[in-house]
């Protein structure tokens, strides 16, 4: 398996653009993850999907943020409008059962400039 | 809800020695425990995990770590440091009963030649 797939692995934007970032989790996991990463704040948790439907999206920063999964093999994290602050590395992560810990895929580097 | 607290937020060590990185947990229930480590510019790996078998889990690298419930600890271990080690180690648990991990600050461990 190639593991979880993010893409792109850099993105640079202008403040007010929507970006999405694209995850492919490993197939056969149930549950797929979207942290954000900074110095300041750390790993924090998002959202998490179980068998494509959101759990929990209580660490969504704002109405800015939205995710989906609309497959099995596939989720989106948008941000409309980007600002400054949502610079960070977000990444995304999947799990099969609780016991197994998580796969984490290489991240997508965000600056908004 | 559970949580985790990792004690020292930089450890530094001589190539060659002891590495002992430290991380508490709080749960109501009993847990799941798991140590990542993240390497510059990668996303998280794992490196062990305490599932309920036995306490002392070893993982890669040659690094351990020993669940103690009456401590409510998890701490890492590695008899001898490599200058490859350096990098950042996180502490995360999960309840048995969901799969919503949740992780530490972080501890950055450098390793002097």
Redesign the interface.
């Known amino acids: 398996d190639a593991g979880v797939i993010q893409s792109p692995r850099h993105e640079v934007t202008e403040m007010g653009q929507e970006v999405t970032l694209r995850c492919k989790p490993i197939s056969g996991h149930d549950y797929l993850f979207w942290y954000r990463q900074t110095m300041m704040r750390g790993l924090e948790l998002l959202i998490y999907f179980n068998n494509n439907v959101p759990i929990d999206d209580s660490g969504m920063p704002e109405d800015r943020f939205s995710a989906k999964m609309p497959n099995a093999s596939f989720s989106t994290l948008k941000i409309q409008p980007s600002e400054p602050r949502d610079s960070a590395v977000y990444f995304c992560a999947s799990s099969a059962l609780a016991n197994y810990g998580y796969t984490f895929g290489s991240g997508t580097r965000l600056t908004v400039v | 809800a559970q949580s985790v607290t990792q004690l020292g937020s930089h450890v530094s060590v001589s190539e060659g020695a002891l590495v002992l990185l430290r991380c508490n947990y709080s749960s109501s229930v009993p847990p799941?425990l798991?140590w990542?480590v993240q390497y510059p510019n990668?996303?998280?790996?794992?490196l062990l995990?305490y599932?309920s078998a036995a306490t002392l889990v070893k993982g890669i690298n040659d690094f351990e770590a020993e669940f103690k419930k009456s401590e409510t600890s998890f701490h890492l271990t590695k008899p001898s440091a490599h200058m490859s080690d350096a990098a950042e180690y996180?502490c995360a648990v999960?309840?048995?009963?969901?799969?919503?991990?949740?992780?530490g600050?972080?501890t950055r461990l450098t390793v002097k030649p």
């Open positions: 799941y798991f990542y990668q996303g998280l790996q794992l995990k599932t996180f999960s309840a048995r009963n969901n799969n919503d991990m949740r992780f600050a972080g």
